[in-house]
């Protein structure tokens, strides 16, 4: 059948002429879906909140292999910064530069590219699906975590997913993600009474009483590393009094810390441990502790077996190397989609995202595209029907 043959580069260039700034659109979710639906895809609109997702479709036999990504991009910042409009997707001695050109408009072009190519050759004995979100770089609440919900929900039935994170390191395909640290953020505030420095059996200070906490929290060693991750790490972010005054006690005082942990830990047990050193320290207090966490993700490992292989095969096929398999870096929308099915991630190198001029090399761009076509053409081998 004659089918549609996606232009990868082209296509990232329509999606980054939509400002999609979270929560914005901009009718980025439009170009995609329209591609695919020409691609023959069955595609399904889930708005939650003010956020537009997409789920779409090709097939109905299993496995259904699922590829996942989100069109919102970070604000460009200082537009005056840049050598180029940040929407204008001008492409410069063969670089593409705006604002998702890595993270990740050009991973969902190659995908959506790569997909036509696969399809048009007969190669996909199963199922393609596409999982996009608006919402991954903001707060995460309306976007894949409410789609994976939903799908869950009515049985949907995903076996693989790939996420198209900009994983690699320094070279196109040194690094894929088969796992991440998980994050927990924890607000502390300490409130005692105010009064004068002269006088202070009338007051209760808070600020000793918060220092103890932190530094017993810093002090703590939280494990010496995980299989396949690196050790947790907890950050104090900030320490807030903003007392203007020379010799007055202050009344309350705050931090905030951040723990970036491997899957030794889970969120809820981290929480519980900074409550309880938070009282240990303020037992003789004449005041209030308050710890406040909020679990942004869990830590999470796809064990390499037979699903790693064939990604890193692919990689190897075009990029002629053997990616790490890594564990490094923030989170990723990887922690939702864990609950539905093995998740890795693969894309271009992440040097320029979130940065001023955020640009990809036109070539890898379509480097990129093969390494998914060898992917989709390996995984149905190995996993089709």
């Not at 789920?55 to 590829?67: E, M």
């Not at 995980?226 to 950050?235: A, K, M, T, W």
């Not at 966490?293 to 064939?310: K, N, Q, R, Y």
């Not at 870096?329 to 990887?334: F, K, L, V």
């Amino acid at each position: 059948m004659g089918m549609t043959r996606l232009d990868a580069v082209r296509l990232t260039q329509d999606l980054i002429r939509r400002p999609s700034v979270t929560p914005a659109d901009a009718g980025a979710m439009d170009v995609l879906q329209s591609q695919l639906e020409t691609l023959g895809f069955a595609c399904r609109r889930m708005r939650f909140g003010e956020i537009e997702n997409l789920y779409a479709r090709w097939g109905t036999a299993r496995p259904n292999l699922c590829f996942a990504g989100h069109t919102d991009v970070v604000p460009v910042g200082d537009a005056g910064a840049w050598s180029r409009d940040a929407f204008a997707a001008e492409i410069v001695d063969d670089i593409l530069i705006g604002r998702g050109a890595v993270d990740m408009k050009s991973a969902l072009a190659a995908f959506a590219a790569a997909a036509s190519a696969a399809l048009s050759r007969g190669e996909v004995s199963g199922s393609l699906s596409f999982l996009i979100t608006g919402d991954e770089e903001g707060v995460a609440l309306d976007g894949t975590k409410k789609v994976v919900e939903a799908l869950m929900a009515e049985g949907e039935a995903v076996d693989h997913c790939v996420v198209g994170e900009p994983t690699s390191a320094e070279t196109f395909g040194d690094m894929i993600k088969i796992g991440r640290r998980g994050s927990i953020n924890a607000e502390i505030v300490v409130e005692g009474r105010q009064g004068h420095v002269a006088y202070p059996h009338r007051a209760a200070n808070p600020a000793p009483v918060l220092v103890r906490i932190l530094a017993a929290l810093d002090a703590h060693v939280l494990d010496e590393g995980y299989s396949g991750f690196q050790p947790s790490n907890l950050e104090i972010t900030t320490i807030d009094i903003g007392n203007a005054a020379t010799t007055v006690i202050p009344a309350i005082a705050r931090a905030r810390i951040n723990i970036r942990f491997n899957p030794a830990h889970t969120g809820a047990g981290l929480a519980a441990w900074i409550e309880g050193v938070a009282q240990d320290q303020a037992q003789d207090f004449d005041g209030t502790v308050r710890v406040t966490p909020a679990i942004s993700g869990e830590a999470f490992l796809t064990p390499p077996g037979d699903f790693t292989d064939v990604v890193a095969a692919a990689v190897r096929d075009v990029a002629g190397r053997d990616p790490e398999l890594s564990t490094t870096g923030g989170t990723s929308d990887a922690r939702f989609i864990r609950a539905l099915c093995p998740v890795v991630e693969l894309g271009l190198v992440g040097k320029t995202m979130h940065a001023v001029d955020e640009r990809a090399p036109v070539s890898e761009i379509y480097d990129l595209q093969a390494v998914y076509e060898r992917l989709i053409a390996r995984y149905f081998a190995r996993f089709g029907g």
